[in-house]
C-alpha cells in the first residue's frame, strides 16, 4: 500500500511543536516592542530637550524659563503667561508635560503619556528616566505633575 500524506498523529506534533515556540516566544518579542517603544519615548523626550536648551540660548540664558509641552507643541511661557510656540523637531504626539531650566542650565523635564512617564535632570539622576505606568492619573503623579 502505497502512503501518500501525514497522518493524523504526525499533524498534531507538528502543530503542538509550533505552539510551544509561540508560547516560548511570544513573552520575548513583546519584551522587544516594550523595550524598543521606551527607547524611542526617552529619544522623543531628548529632542524636546534639545529644543528647551537652543529656546534658552536664544532667550538670553534666563533662568526660570517655563515651558509646556502639550499634544506634540512645546510651547515658551513668559513671565506674563504669553505662549510662544518653540520651534522643534520629532516630539509625542500624544505627550503633556512641563519643562524648565534651573539656575544652572540645566533643562528639567517631566513629559507623560497614556503609558509612559519621562523625565530628565530631575533629582540629579543623569539621562532620561521613563517609567511604565497604567493609565494617564498614575503617568501624571508617577512624573510628579
Do not use: H, Q, W
Amino acid at each position: 500500500m502505497k502512503k501518500n500524506g501525514f497522518t493524523l498523529v504526525e499533524l498534531l506534533a507538528v502543530i503542538v511543536i509550533l505552539a510551544l515556540l509561540a508560547i516560548v516566544s511570544t513573552p520575548i518579542v513583546m519584551n522587544i516592542l516594550e523595550n524598543s517603544k521606551k527607547s524611542s519615548f526617552a529619544s522623543s523626550i531628548n529632542g524636546i530637550k534639545k529644543a528647551i536648551e537652543n529656546d534658552f540660548g536664544v532667550r538670553d540664558f534666563d533662568a526660570g524659563n517655563r515651558y509646556e509641552y502639550v499634544n506634540g507643541v512645546l510651547y515658551f511661557i513668559d513671565k506674563d503667561g504669553e505662549k510662544t510656540v518653540v520651534p522643534m523637531s520629532g516630539g509625542i504626539s500624544t505627550g503633556n508635560g512641563i519643562g524648565s531650566v534651573d539656575s544652572n542650565g540645566n533643562v528639567i523635564i517631566r513629559i507623560y503619556t497614556n503609558s509612559y512617564c519621562g523625565t530628565t535632570g530631575v533629582a540629579d539622576k543623569v539621562g532620561v528616566t521613563v517609567s511604565k505606568c497604567e493609565s494617564v492619573e498614575s503617568c501624571k503623579a508617577t512624573c510628579g505633575i
